[in-house]
């Protein structure tokens, strides 16, 4: 069982990116998956998350209406397209499986975990 998260970097402010999660050994969308990220000093927080089967959805309030959570069946992945970044977004982001089907808010509810990929926002 492996996730891996892809797709960070550096961006300026306002830009975008879009990080994919992708799974081998497992089928993602048998559990809610969720994306966390952290800065140094700071807990790991969840900032999205969409449900198993019935694909609801959770944004955080620092993300909501910036950032997307979607699922792509075909491929077995789980994105998060992230647009008007800010500098406060900058942290590594991690996607995760949680235990759970249903919406997850808790970060030590998340079972399986990606390595994470780092995302800078700075002009």
């Known amino acids: 069982v492996q996730l891996q998260a892809s797709g960070g970097g550096l961006v300026q402010p306002g830009g975008s990116l879009r990080l994919s999660c992708a799974a081998s050994?497992?089928?993602?969308?048998?559990?809610?998956i969720g994306w966390l990220r952290q800065v140094p000093g700071k807990e790991r927080e969840v900032i999205s998350c969409?449900?198993?089967?019935?694909?609801?959805?959770f944004y955080s309030d620092s993300v909501r209406d910036r950032f997307t959570i979607s699922r792509d069946l075909a491929k077995n992945t789980v994105l998060l397209q992230m647009n008007s970044l800010k500098p406060d977004d900058t942290a590594v982001y991690y996607c995760?499986?949680?235990?759970?089907?249903?919406?997850?808010?808790?970060?030590?509810?998340?079972?399986?975990w990606g390595q994470g990929t780092q995302v800078t926002v700075s002009s």
């Open positions: 969409i449900s198993s089967f019935d694909l609801v959805t």
């Open positions: 050994g497992f089928t993602l969308n048998n559990y809610a």
């Open positions: 995760a499986a949680s235990t759970r089907t249903s919406v997850t808010t808790t970060p030590s509810l998340y079972k399986y």
